[in-house]
């Protein structure tokens, strides 16, 4: 039989005559009263559905309970009841006795593996009691779910129960006790003694405390600048200069498949970086920052021949700030530390010929850093000059080179590998390819953002355009080492373009600013779109160093043989394989250190204005 309870009016004492205040009792009572049902009840206009956490996983992740306190329509209630820790320890000692001898004795493997499971459990208790201390205590949860009626109740329901299976979690409703149940949920009340004995679990106060909603959603370095939300709608603010613990650098990967919202994320990371003082160089391959770098009155250089876009191979860059550095733009990644300005301009040098010329060989290679040496003793250039205290013009160029290898041609006897490498350095001098390569450096930034433009090389040969990136890089890292003190960004998008097992050395270059990077005030962020060229096997040695080195990692939506590359790399739980499955566009998995979120980037509307039309926005 359903039974109406009205909650008992307001009783004013007076003279000894009780007084009842209509206009409090009409406001707290509900149109049409309360009826209580087996499962569903009815408040007011609402129909309300109770449940109760009756089992928990063996372990759960900070901020496990916002999953019901952020579900729309549904209340959720914690409660935590003290207990003696001896009492309890004597509870659990029995316990672990008694299922010993349970495991020993029965026959019946699963009984045996919860047994064993629950034994575990109980000494992990134990210890975190007597060993550390830890407050103890009854744990009582319930998730009250509201709807107009019952299509709306059993909506909320769903979503009530979703969340309790992604939290491994086994829930159920209340029968037969919804008034006692509507009670312990309502806040004028406190838990009734029969639902504590029906709900009550022991745990220590840290994983009741750590469920609490308020402590998992978002993600904040209390500074730096907003970038997403959560899952659960907490925001997510980054300080990639923010080092220490598990993030000991400030490089980021960004990973994901065409038009799922790189290149969004990206600009606005760079955005937020430039409106902090950062310094910006974009290695840009598709023009995509061409826009941006305008708006924000920027220098766009065009390394395809432009004349605002040379950089001079034969221009001996100082060392870096850091005097026992190792060479790392050396292809073979050797220990050139103590090394001059000139001995490790002739390494890098050699790596730019190589990838500009393939062909040649080891005495072809010999004859040539030979006449280099003699060209720039001509220019008063020595492996002991100190380089830092000359300008642009007092290094020589390509013309230089072949004229000088010109000269040697007219005084020896006829010599096969001088004329090759002459006819190779003519077309630097004076060929199609002088427009690249042959003059002093132009480039002369002077903003702090700075677009590389490399889109007008997509038609020139494999070995033009691995040959320009390379001189490009260098020219960066130039920027980055120079002032330790200085926040330089390098965003180099588009860098499957860079994935040719072939010609490996600008992939080499990266993955060794990737390293060193962190030693200055500096950082890397790689973006490539098509992540099966970025993880196959043939340049996986390089390239998977790049990501693993990544404080920041963040992986955009992605199928097939990509989806699975990267959740075998990087061992994806469930959830973050189904979310990159699922390909919404700007939803994504990010690595910040150790910890992981979903993401949702949200840009507001004045970084849009900025960003431009280019890049699929």
């Known amino acids: 039989m359903k039974k109406i309870i009205k909650p008992k009016p307001k009783i004013q004492q007076k003279s000894?005559?009780?007084?009842?205040?209509?206009?409090?009792?009409?406001?707290?009572?509900?149109?049409?009263?309360?009826?209580?049902?087996?499962?569903?009840?009815?408040?007011?206009?609402?129909?309300?559905?109770?449940?109760?956490?009756?089992?928990?996983?063996?372990?759960?992740?900070?901020?496990?309970?916002?999953?019901?306190?952020?579900i729309p329509q549904a209340v959720s209630v914690q409660c935590f009841i003290p207990c003696d820790n001896a009492d309890l320890i004597g509870y659990l000692s029995r316990s672990i006795t008694q299922n010993i001898g349970i495991a020993e004795s029965t026959k019946e493997p699963i009984k045996r593996q919860r047994s064993l499971q629950a034994v575990e459990d109980a000494e992990k208790l134990m210890k975190q009691i007597d060993h550390n201390g830890e407050t103890v205590g009854y744990m009582c949860n319930l998730i009250m779910a509201v709807g107009k009626d019952k299509n709306e109740l059993a909506a909320v329901c769903r979503k009530v129960e979703s969340a309790a299976s992604v939290l491994r979690v086994k829930i159920r409703a209340f029968p037969c006790v919804q008034k006692e149940a509507f009670k312990s949920v309502s806040p004028f009340y406190g838990i009734e003694p029969e639902i504590e004995m029906m709900t009550k679990y022991n745990v220590p106060f840290s994983t009741f405390i750590g469920g609490m909603p308020f402590v998992s959603p978002g993600f904040s370095d209390r500074k730096g600048f907003y970038f997403a939300r959560d899952s659960q709608g907490?925001?997510?603010?980054?300080?990639?200069?923010?080092?220490?613990?598990?993030?000991?650098?400030s490089n980021m990967t960004i990973l994901g498949g065409s038009g799922k919202g790189k290149s969004t994320a990206l600009k606005s990371i760079v955005l937020s970086e430039y409106a902090r003082g950062t310094k910006i160089i974009c290695i840009d391959p598709e023009s995509e920052f061409v826009e941006m770098c305008g708006?924000?009155?920027?220098d766009k250089i065009d390394l395809a021949g432009g004349s605002s876009g040379k950089i001079n191979p034969l221009e001996i860059r100082p060392l870096p700030s850091e005097t026992t550095q190792a060479s790392f733009m050396a292809a073979d990644g050797e220990d050139d530390a103590g090394m001059?300005?000139?001995?490790?301009?002739?390494?890098?040098?050699?790596?730019f010929f190589k990838l500009y010329a393939p062909d040649l060989n080891e005495i072809q290679k010999a004859i040539l850093k030979e006449m280099l040496e003699q060209l720039y003793a001509k220019f008063n250039i020595t492996w002991d000059t100190d380089v830092t205290n000359l300008k642009r013009e007092d290094f020589p160029t390509f013309k230089d080179l072949h004229g000088l290898l010109k000269e040697k041609l007219d005084e020896t006897?006829?010599?096969?590998?001088?004329?090759?490498?002459?006819?190779?350095?003519?077309?630097?001098?004076?060929?199609?390819?002088?427009?690249?390569?042959?003059?002093?450096?132009?480039?002369?930034?002077?903003?702090?953002?700075?677009?590389?433009?490399?889109?007008?090389?997509?038609?020139?040969?494999?070995s033009i355009k691995a040959a320009q990136y390379y001189n490009a890089l260098g020219w960066a890292w130039e920027q980055m080492s120079r002032n330790r003190n200085?926040?330089?960004?390098?965003?180099?998008?588009?860098?499957?373009?860079?994935?040719?097992?072939?010609?490996?050395?600008?992939?080499?270059?990266?993955?060794?600013?990737?390293?060193?990077?962190?030693?200055?005030?500096?950082?890397?962020?790689?973006?490539?779109?098509?992540?099966?060229?970025?993880?196959?096997?043939?340049?996986?040695?390089?390239?998977?160093?790049?990501v693993d080195l990544s404080a920041y990692k963040i992986f955009m939506g992605?199928?097939?043989?990509?989806?699975?590359?990267?959740?075998?790399?990087?061992?994806?739980?469930?959830?973050e394989h189904d979310r990159l499955e699922s390909e919404i566009r700007g939803q994504g998995v990010m690595f910040a250190g150790n910890k992981r979120l979903f993401i949702d980037v949200h840009a507001p509307d004045w970084k849009f204005e900025y960003m431009g039309n280019a890049g699929g926005i």
């Open 16 to 70: 000894n005559v009780e007084v009842i205040n209509a206009a409090l009792l009409n406001a707290v009572t509900p149109f049409g009263g309360i009826e209580f049902g087996r499962v569903i009840s009815y408040i007011g206009e609402n129909m309300i559905k109770i449940y109760t956490i009756i089992s928990y996983p063996e372990s759960v992740e900070i901020g496990w309970l916002a999953k019901f306190a952020n």
């Open 234 to 249: 907490g925001l997510i603010t980054l300080d990639i200069w923010t080092r220490g613990g598990d993030r000991t650098n």
């Open 295 to 298: 708006k924000l009155g920027g």
């Open 340 to 351: 001059g300005a000139m001995a490790l301009h002739f390494k890098t040098f050699e790596v």
């Open 413 to 462: 006897e006829k010599n096969d590998e001088l004329e090759y490498l002459s006819v190779i350095i003519r077309e630097l001098a004076y060929g199609s390819d002088s427009f690249l390569w042959n003059g002093h450096t132009t480039i002369n930034p002077k903003s702090g953002f700075i677009c590389l433009d490399t889109h007008a090389l997509k038609d020139c040969s494999p």
């Open 486 to 546: 200085e926040k330089i960004l390098l965003v180099a998008d588009e860098a499957h373009l860079l994935c040719d097992p072939n010609t490996p050395q600008s992939l080499i270059f990266l993955r060794n600013v990737a390293k060193r990077a962190r030693k200055y005030m500096a950082a890397l962020i790689v973006v490539s779109q098509s992540i099966q060229d970025f993880l196959n096997d043939a340049v996986k040695i390089y390239t998977q160093a790049v």
């Open 558 to 575: 992605c199928n097939g043989l990509e989806l699975h590359i990267i959740t075998e790399t990087y061992r994806l739980r469930e959830a």
